[in-house]
């Protein structure tokens, strides 16, 4: 399972590497990953508090953006 630190860390490399390939926008893969970046940090907020679907987001993370 990520955390959200390791999926933070993931969409900066993401991120990293469509500026060193000279991308004008982001990829698909880059935003996708911000969008999960987002909601993990959304549902682990104090308002919230959702770690159940946190979690979940975070281990389909791990298994399908690697």
């Not at 990520?2 to 490399?13: E, G, I, M, S």
């Not at 970046?37 to 679907?53: G, H, K, L, Y």
Request: glycine share 4%; net charge negative.
């Amino acid at each position: 399972m990520d955390t959200l630190a390791t999926l933070t860390a993931k969409y900066q490399a993401s991120l990293s590497f469509d500026i060193q390939g000279g991308c004008v926008a982001a990829s698909e893969r880059t935003q996708i990953l911000l969008a999960f970046v987002q909601e993990v940090t959304f549902r682990q907020s104090v308002a919230v508090n959702d770690e159940i679907t946190a979690n979940q987001l975070l281990t389909y993370t791990y298994q399908n953006y690697p």
